[in-house]
């Protein structure tokens, strides 16, 4: 990230990227999930069901590629 963008980012939308971006990693979040998670995480706006979908389509993904 430069510093313009970083210039240009809250610190909640700076601290909802790296979570975001950690949580894919570990294969806890979808990719195609990652932008609504970190805008309503910046936001403020994830409830622990929220979190809990996020995190159960993705171990659902991963168990339907085992298979």
């Known amino acids: 990230m ?3 963008e970083h210039k240009n ?3 909640s939308e700076e601290l909802a ?3 975001a971006s950690r949580l894919v990693e570990n294969a806890l979040v979808l990719e ?3 932008a609504t998670l970190m805008r309503d995480m910046a ?3 994830l409830k622990g069901e929220d979190w ?3 995190i159960e389509k993705a ?3 991963e ?3 085992e298979h």
């Open 59 to 61: 171990i659902d993904k």
């Open 17 to 19: 990227e790296i979570v």
């Open 52 to 54: 809990r979908l996020f």
């Open 2 to 4: 430069n510093k313009t």
């Open 43 to 45: 936001a403020g706006k």
């Open 32 to 34: 195609a999930d990652s």
């Open 63 to 65: 168990s339907n590629n």
């Open 9 to 11: 980012k809250t610190p």
